[in-house]
Nanobody, 118 residues
Framework: QVQLVESGGGLVQPGGSLRLSCVAS????????MNWHRQGPGKERELVAA????????SYADSVKGRFTISRDNAKNTVYLQMNSLEPEDTAVYYC???????????WGQGTQVTVSS
């Protein structure tokens, strides 16, 4: 059974930092592209950051470039999202997704709430 479990969310002041983690189990982790998505109140879900299976290629939404960093540790089946210089607009539920395009496998975590407020 595949599980993705996010953690690390919380309440932070503007300008602060948080590090999200997503631990995967039940899958061959290094074969999956790992994505972080978010959905803010009243907004569509958006892709925030992505990283390839080996970790060599990353991509970011324009809204987070230069502030967020995605990374992964395949030995720990874990993907991270380091979020710096947080803004109130970053308030959202953050979800991790594991995606293996070649075999059309796609899994999601349950989400972790990030609230940026003074």
């Amino acid at each position: 059974q595949v599980q993705l479990v996010e953690s690390g969310g919380g309440l932070v002041q503007p300008g602060g930092s948080l590090r999200l983690s997503c631990v995967a189990s039940g899958l061959s982790f290094s074969n999956y592209i790992m994505n972080w998505h978010r959905q803010g109140p009243g907004k569509e879900r958006e892709l925030v950051a992505a990283i390839t299976g080996g970790g060599g290629i990353t991509s970011y939404a324009d809204s987070v470039k230069g502030r967020f960093t995605i990374s992964r540790d395949n030995a720990k089946n874990t993907v991270y999202l380091q979020m710096n210089s947080l803004e109130p607009e970053d308030t959202a539920v953050y979800y991790c997704q594991a995606k293996w395009v070649a075999i059309m496998r796609d899994y999601w975590g349950q989400g972790t709430q990030v609230t940026v407020s003074s």
